[in-house]
T-cell receptor, first 114, second 111 residues
Framework: EAQVTQNPRYLITVTGKKLTVTCSQN?????MSWYRQDPGLGLRQIYY???????DKGDVPEGYKVSRKEKRNFPLILESPSPNQTSLYFC?????????????FGQGTRLTVV | QKEVEQNSGPLSVPEGAIASLNCTYS??????FFWYRQYSGKSPELIMF????GDKEDGRFTAQLNKASQYVSLLIRDSQPSDSATYLC???????????FGSGTQLTVLP
């Protein structure tokens, strides 16, 4: 089954404690991205990756890091989480071509930073 | 100006009516346009995509694109209570690098 898998689904952590949210896709997609979703703000892109070892900042990259060492994995790293990073996070993947590029989303990770 | 703008709503329509959702975008070179439906706390799911000017119909859904006006809309005919959700407009810009979302329109279909 084609899917994007995020883990964990729910996470409560304390300010400053480094954490990683994993994302893996089994569709051989080149393009992967991370979004955060906050009430009234829609989905805002944090980082995206066009292929292995190629990453770029999205609209709200501050406080986040990513890496793309393998095509299937695109982890999101919060080195020192803060309460304003409490949000619902989605990982997505799609093929590189611009046309017919439905984005496949993971199930979401609800992060609370206290 | 936001790259992709939607009326946040909420929009309420009675069951059986037509719901009309609108979206404008700022990048004139944008190539691909998508409508996603999202239920509360769930992942967005794709319901329509459109690339060419005009209308595209799929069941009860019709997407309309007008590139000259930089405007894309979604019509839902015979609205059902199960259509109650947030609808997200998304656009792939001219660089084809980013899929940008609007803030979403919350739709409620009243029985």
């Amino acid at each position: 089954e084609a899917q994007v898998t995020q883990n964990p689904r729910y996470l409560i952590t304390v300010t400053g404690k480094k954490l990683t949210v994993t994302c893996s896709q089994n569709m051989n997609h080149e393009y992967m991205s991370w979004y955060r979703q906050d009430p009234g703000l829609g989905l805002r892109q944090i980082y995206y990756s066009m292929n292995v070892e190629v990453t770029d900042k999205g609209d709200v990259p501050e406080g986040y890091k990513v890496s793309r060492k393998e095509k299937r994995n695109f982890p999101l790293i919060l080195e020192s989480p803060s309460p304003n990073q409490t949000s619902l996070y989605f990982c997505a993947s799609r093929p590189r071509s611009a046309m017919n590029t439905e984005a496949f989303f993971g199930q979401g990770t609800r992060l609370t930073v206290v | 100006q936001k790259e992709v703008e939607q009326n946040s709503g909420p929009l309420s329509v009675p069951e059986g009516a037509i719901a009309s959702l609108n979206c404008t975008y700022s990048d004139r070179g944008s190539q691909s346009f998508f409508w996603y439906r999202q239920y509360s706390g769930k992942s967005p799911e794709l319901i329509m995509f459109i690339y060419s000017n005009g209308d595209k119909e799929d069941g009860r859904f019709t997407a309309q694109l007008n590139k000259a006006s930089q405007y894309v809309s979604l019509l839902i005919r015979d609205s059902q209570p199960s259509d109650s959700a947030t609808y997200l407009c998304a656009v792939i810009g001219g660089s084809a690098r980013q899929l940008t979302f609007g803030s979403g329109t919350q739709l409620t279909v009243l029985p």
